[in-house]
């Protein structure tokens, strides 16, 4: 929670502290004097300097700020030279790193602002990332390929005893150890190395271990017992295994766990000073000799050319089409490619360099080596198709110049697309944060009955998007029927953590099992959600706070890794409908609510599915309906005429209901809204944004894309207005709708309403505020219709407030935070600020002005000093209040001097 700070720059920063503070010393008379002072940059003004920054929390930023962890507090401390100083754990978040990146540097002033700065902003209080929940000052590059050099073992110590390892190793037996020093000094006196095998006695456990893993442990458990007072550390398992990068955010996440956020910075602290010791102790470099060519590389591509002979063969005997051609081509060569990298993968050796730089995932990874080592493969031309001529030469050998040409094609596109990028995600997330911004957490539980079902499980794991939400009904054990049976395995209002989601998975035994949670999709707080909908707040870790902008903070954690999103992926030429759009333009097409590009056709009814292929376009679907209609008469029949070569995904004499999709492709969102309801479109477009994102490893909490859905299906239509004060046709807030009609008591007087599904750039158009929107777009439109409508701007989101200068209504700007009065303490005597040498300057002042100073004292004078003024009789008047930061008023003195002279 430190950062150097050079001297001149806290010079400059601190200068009016430093000046009040030479006053009060008494070292200069005036201000003014004071400033000549520090300009000189005499030895006091360090000194002094030195007593004002301590304790005073500096903010440091670095632009771009894409989420809230762009700017953190930290303490300052004085460092020679001219550049700032900050350790290098908090790089990822700020993602600076130390090649000229530029910083800001703030000062907050008042005692508010630095109390906030300490409480809120510091940076070993942000160790938890708001996006998904999980730390995100893990260990990165130097710090992961030291940890992984120190615990790196050739082989798999815990599946064999010692008598086993003694025996492959040709020895008697294998050295034993108690105690961590007596390790570290048989490595350091060079006895044993870091990655031989020992036994060691770890807590009345012995078992075979490498010196390096006792003292990444012993470490560890040192700086946990400093940080966790008590005995409580000596739970922490001791880690017998190689670290690579995803080990050690694995490792650290089950640390935050266990001990909280808090207690863990002073580990990370410990784990990054060992690292970069055995690090620097390893010497790991690369040299041209690490880029071994596999000698098998030849040979397998004999193979493959043979193979694309037979396929150009194939297509000049007429017997496949172009695209055809093109499509196997390509995919031989794909594989191809896959073989010799993996060929080039086991025949480097484990203590390669390169290969520890990928394996232990500091830097680089294996598709960067296959381009050194094996052979770099096909390049897309700039128009996203794939050239089908590879490069089968590696950068080892040296391209020919054709190779070199091709290959620059694909530098280009990848550097144009960047640029393109950046510019269309900030965009995305100016339209993110404008859509949420008046998304508040303003009650505890609005008392919705409503809930979402999660599964407990995916393909890849447990399903992180149910931690961190609370449980909306009682979870019941199953009985063998598969009904719910009367033992309960979780109570209604419980939160869901990590360790209770596996208590209740096992609990359950059913793979499938799915829980009832709330979420803010079915929240029907009046103005922004509440907590229990919300759940837990993920940058703390706790149920979140009344007055948390949680809508800002969902549009950062999806427009910050908005940039990592690939633009467009290569056109796989020719199978229609394996071009949907992906990547960051697909993300837009969801959020804009846009009909994709190759929708699916969804079926209008349900009932049974019946496929003729027989003529010579593509397949027909009928749907004959299985239900009545209102009136009891049957339905029609729908046909539906696909073209030749998309995938379906019905089969014929499968039931479908109205909404499922017939063939391959994505769905259109109102389509889907008109005939599924607005559960099951939420649902699908949040799954689909979380497709896009995981496709490119990026993890974010369900609950920041739900939010930014529930602003999209906010409004509603009126269809007929009722009793009610709606228009017809009007759009309005469902809620709005839904407590009008709630006033009125028979069911015809009620309004009734269509659910509309509005793009982020229309919803955010369409906020009640329009101060909010004119600052958005289409600004003269916006203030015209408003005009014209007579709108009122009721202030309630965080726009709003900063355009017309007030405090935002969120955290510590909201009304429940901000009516603690700071009052004067109990009044002072006048004596105790009463200094004789004062009192009897001033009586010699008054003497020579033409008083005859007789009999003269203060009390005469009427001079109060400070406290509260004592009245007439005596009694002190009620204390007067002041906000904090005003000053207060100058009591009026009357002196004998202001009387007229008789």
């Known amino acids: 929670h430190?950062?150097?700070?050079?001297?001149?720059?806290?010079?400059?920063?601190?200068?009016?502290?430093?000046?009040?503070?030479?006053?009060?010393?008494?070292?200069?008379?005036?201000?003014?004097?004071?400033?000549?002072?520090?300009?000189?940059?005499?030895?006091?003004?360090?000194?002094?300097?030195?007593?004002?920054?301590?304790?005073?929390?500096?903010?440091?930023?670095?632009?771009?700020?894409?989420?809230?962890?762009?700017?953190?507090?930290?303490?300052?401390?004085?460092?020679?030279?001219?550049?700032?100083?900050?350790?290098?754990?908090?790089?990822?978040?700020?993602?600076?790193?130390?090649?000229?990146?530029?910083?800001?540097?703030?000062?907050?002033?008042s005692a508010e602002a630095q109390a906030e700065a300490r409480v809120l902003m510091l940076s070993s209080n942000n160790i938890l990332s708001p996006a998904h929940g999980r730390p995100l000052t893990t260990p990165t590059q130097d710090m992961v390929l030291g940890s992984y050099y120190l615990t790196y073992s050739a082989r798999d110590l815990t599946a064999m005893t010692a008598q086993e390892l003694a025996k492959e190793l040709k020895r008697d037996g294998i050295k034993r150890f108690r105690s961590e020093e007596e390790v570290q000094f048989h490595v350091e006196s060079g006895h044993i190395g870091l990655q031989d095998p020992i036994e060691y006695r770890w807590h009345d456990e012995l078992f075979l271990t490498t010196p390096g893993r006792v003292i990444f442990n012993s470490e560890v458990e040192q700086s946990l017992r400093e940080a966790v007072v008590g005995d409580s550390a000596e739970a922490h398992t001791y880690i017998n295994r190689t670290?690579?990068?995803?080990?050690?955010?694995?490792?650290?996440?089950?640390?935050?766990?266990?001990?909280?956020?808090?207690?863990?910075?002073?580990?990370?602290?410990?784990?990054?000073?060992?690292?970069?010791?055995?690090?620097?102790?390893?010497?790991?470099?690369?040299?041209?000799?690490?880029i071994v060519i596999p000698p098998q590389k030849e040979e397998i591509l004999r193979g493959y050319e043979a193979?694309?002979?037979?396929?150009?063969?194939?297509?000049?005997?007429?017997?496949?089409?172009?695209?055809?051609?093109?499509?196997?081509?390509?995919?031989?060569?794909?594989?191809?490619?896959?073989?010799?990298?993996?060929?080039?993968?086991?025949?480097?050796?484990?203590?390669?360099?390169?290969?520890?730089?990928?394996?232990?995932?500091?830097?680089?990874?294996?598709?960067?080596?296959?381009?050194?080592?094996?052979?770099?493969?096909?390049?897309?031309?700039?128009?996203?198709?794939?050239?089908?001529?590879?490069?089968?030469?590696?950068?080892?050998?040296?391209?020919?110049?054709?190779?070199?040409?091709?290959?620059?094609?694909?530098?280009?596109?990848?550097?144009?697309?960047?640029?393109?990028?950046?510019?269309?995600?900030?965009?995305?997330?100016?339209?993110?944060?404008?859509?949420?911004?008046?998304?508040?957490?303003?009650?505890?539980?609005?008392?919705?009955?409503?809930?979402?079902?999660?599964?407990?499980?995916?393909?890849?794991?447990?399903?992180?998007?149910?931690?961190?939400?609370?449980?909306?009904?009682?979870?019941?054990?199953?009985?063998?029927?598969g009904k719910p049976g009367k033992t309960i395995v979780a109570e209604k209002g419980e939160e869901v953590t990590a360790p209770r989601l596996r208590e209740i998975a096992a609990a359950l035994e059913d793979e499938n099992a799915t829980l009832p949670v709330r979420s803010v999709l079915k929240c029907r707080a009046q103005t922004g959600v509440c907590q229990t909908c919300y759940g837990t707040f993920l940058a703390t870790g706790n149920v979140s706070d009344i007055g948390d902008a949680v809508g800002i903070i969902a549009a950062q954690s999806i427009g910050e890794p908005g940039t990592q999103l690939t633009m467009r992926t290569f056109h796989t030429g020719g199978v229609a409908g394996a071009d949907i759009t992906h990547g960051l333009p697909r993300v837009v097409e969801i959020f804009e609510a846009r009909n994709p590009k190759g929708a699916a056709t969804l079926a209008e009814v349900g009932g049974?599915?019946?496929?003729?292929?027989?003529?010579?376009?593509?397949?027909?679907?009928?749907?004959?309906?299985?239900?009545?209609?209102?009136?009891?008469?049957?339905?029609?029949?729908?046909?539906?005429?696909?073209?030749?070569?998309?995938?379906?995904?019905?089969?014929?004499?499968?039931?479908?209901?109205?909404?499922d999709a017939l063939n391959d492709g994505s769905r259109a969102p109102a389509e889907l809204l008109a005939l599924k309801g607005a559960t099951a479109t939420e649902l699908?477009?949040?799954?689909?944004?979380?497709?896009?994102?995981?496709?490119?490893?990026?993890?974010?909490?369900d609950k920041h894309i739900e939010l930014i859905v529930r602003q999209m299906l906010k409004k509603v239509k009126v269809k007929e207005a009722g009793e009610t004060s709606l228009l017809p046709g009007e759009l309005a807030d469902k809620t709005k709708v839904e407590r009008e009609n709630a006033k009125l008591k028979k069911k015809d007087e009620k309004a009734t309403f269509e659910p509309l599904i509005l793009g982020i750039t229309k919803a955010s158009l369409a906020t009640e505020s329009f101060l909010s929107a004119?600052?958005?777009?289409?600004?003269?439109?916006?203030?015209?219709?408003?005009?014209?409508?007579?709108?009122?701007?009721?202030?309630?989101?965080?726009?709003?407030?900063?355009?017309?200068?007030?405090?935002?209504?969120?955290?510590?700007?909201?009304?429940?935070?901000?009516?603690?009065?700071?009052?004067?303490?109990?009044?002072?005597?006048?004596?105790?600020?009463?200094?004789?040498?004062?009192?009897?300057?001033?009586?010699?002042?008054?003497?020579?002005?033409?008083?005859?100073?007789?009999?003269?004292?203060?009390?005469?004078?009427?001079?109060?000093?400070?406290?509260?003024?004592?009245?007439?009789?005596?009694?002190?008047?009620?204390?007067?209040?002041?906000?904090?930061?005003?000053?207060?008023?100058?009591?009026?003195?009357d002196s004998p001097l202001d009387e007229p002279s008789s």
């Open 243 to 290: 670290l690579s990068k995803r080990e050690i955010d694995v490792f650290i996440a089950e640390l935050v766990d266990r001990y909280g956020a808090h207690a863990i910075a002073s580990v990370l602290d410990t784990i990054k000073s060992l690292a970069f010791r055995y690090a620097t102790k390893a010497g790991i470099t690369i040299s041209k000799n690490d």
């Open 307 to 481: 193979r694309v002979a037979g396929v150009e063969a194939q297509y000049e005997r007429g017997l496949i089409t172009e695209e055809e051609r093109h499509e196997s081509i390509v995919n031989i060569w794909t594989e191809a490619t896959d073989e010799v990298a993996d060929a080039m993968q086991a025949n480097l050796n484990e203590l390669n360099s390169i290969y520890m730089m990928a394996n232990s995932g500091a830097r680089g990874s294996f598709k960067q080596i296959r381009q050194l080592a094996g052979m770099r493969g096909l390049m897309a031309n700039p128009k996203g198709e794939i050239i089908e001529r590879p490069i089968k030469a590696n950068f080892m050998e040296g391209l020919s110049v054709l190779e070199y040409f091709i290959s620059t094609h694909g530098a280009r596109k990848g550097l144009a697309d960047t640029a393109l990028r950046t510019a269309d995600s900030g965009y995305l997330t100016r339209r993110l944060v404008d859509v949420s911004q008046d998304v508040i957490i303003r009650e505890a539980d609005c008392g919705t009955e409503e809930f979402i079902d999660l599964a407990i499980r995916l393909t890849d794991g447990p399903n992180k998007s149910v931690m961190g939400r609370i449980l909306a009904e009682d979870v019941h054990k199953p009985l063998s029927s």
């Open 774 to 893: 004119a600052s958005f777009q289409e600004t003269t439109k916006v203030l015209t219709d408003a005009s014209i409508e007579g709108k009122v701007d009721h202030l309630l989101g965080l726009k709003e407030n900063v355009i017309i200068g007030k405090l935002i209504p969120a955290a510590t700007g909201l009304k429940r935070y901000r009516q603690i009065e700071i009052g004067p303490s109990d009044s002072v005597p006048a004596h105790l600020y009463a200094r004789p040498e004062t009192e009897a300057e001033l009586l010699a002042a008054l003497e020579e002005i033409g008083g005859d100073g007789d009999g003269l004292d203060l009390e005469a004078l009427g001079l109060t000093f400070g406290g509260t003024p004592q009245s007439e009789n005596g009694a002190a008047d009620e204390p007067i209040s002041h906000e904090a930061g005003e000053a207060a008023e100058i009591p009026e003195v």
């Open 684 to 701: 699908y477009l949040v799954g689909e944004v979380q497709k896009v994102y995981k496709s490119q490893g990026v993890d974010i909490h």
């Open 2 to 109: 430190q950062c150097g700070l050079p001297k001149l720059m806290a010079l400059e920063l601190f200068k009016p502290f430093i000046m009040s503070r030479l006053v009060e010393r008494k070292s200069v008379q005036n201000i003014k004097a004071a400033k000549k002072y520090v300009e000189s940059m005499t030895p006091e003004v360090w000194d002094v300097l030195e007593e004002v920054i301590a304790e005073h929390p500096v903010l440091l930023n670095r632009a771009p700020t894409l989420h809230r962890l762009g700017i953190q507090a930290f303490e300052p401390v004085l460092v020679e030279g001219k550049a700032i100083q900050v350790h290098p754990l908090v790089c990822h978040a700020f993602n600076a790193d130390f090649d000229g990146d530029q910083m800001a540097v703030h000062l907050p002033l």
């Open 608 to 659: 049974k599915v019946d496929i003729d292929e027989s003529e010579g376009r593509g397949p027909k679907i009928t749907i004959t309906p299985t239900e009545l209609d209102e009136n009891g008469e049957p339905i029609e029949p729908r046909e539906y005429q696909l073209p030749r070569r998309t995938r379906l995904l019905v089969t014929k004499g499968q039931v479908v209901e109205a909404g």
